[in-house]
């Protein structure tokens, strides 16, 4: 049973320092366009962490290496699966994410595989929820996402010409 399939349309990283991060990426990878938001803060009603409401903010980067996403977090307050990592293991790879075609019979299908759903929320108010597997013997999570048109478009904005989204 294939919880996702198609193309990975993220790659994420989690960072102690966003800006020192996408200079990074930027002098070493080619990576110099970044559209960043500023603390983002997800709130217990909409949240889970680890079975538990959660309360958190992180700072976001989202650039293209050609047509792949790539994803910046910073934690920025509260316990969350990225203030985890940097605890835990400090910063790296933290997930790959899929936009599965049916977000819900994805995560029935991570249930029924007996995969752990260690979060789940939603970015209340841009029409964007998600839900981080444990990933197994890959180490990092595997994100799943619901993005609503109106971010299907601002991510299709985003990818440098000549490049698509895998939903395109």
Request: glycine share 10%.
């Amino acid at each position: 049973m294939s919880i996702a399939d198609g193309p990975i349309f993220q790659v994420c990283w989690v960072v102690p320092d966003i800006a020192a991060a996408t200079g990074e990426f930027a002098a070493r990878y080619g990576v110099a366009e970044w559209f960043t938001i500023p603390d983002v803060h997800f709130r217990p009603e909409s949240c889970v962490y680890r079975g538990v409401p959660a309360d958190y903010a992180i700072s976001v980067a989202l650039g293209y290496a050609g047509g792949q996403q790539l994803e910046l977090i910073e934690p920025r307050s509260g316990d969350s699966l990225y203030s985890e990592q940097l605890m835990r293991i400090g910063p790296g790879l933290h997930h790959i994410a899929w936009v599965p075609d049916d977000f819900d019979a994805a995560l029935a299908d991570a249930r029924a595989a007996g995969r752990e759903i260690v979060a789940q929320g939603a970015f209340e108010g841009v029409g964007m929820e998600f839900a981080y597997l444990d990933g197994g013997p890959i180490g990092s999570y595997v994100e799943l996402m619901r993005l609503s048109p109106e971010m299907k478009a601002m991510f299709d904005y985003l990818i440098p010409e000549g490049h698509a989204n895998p939903w395109a």
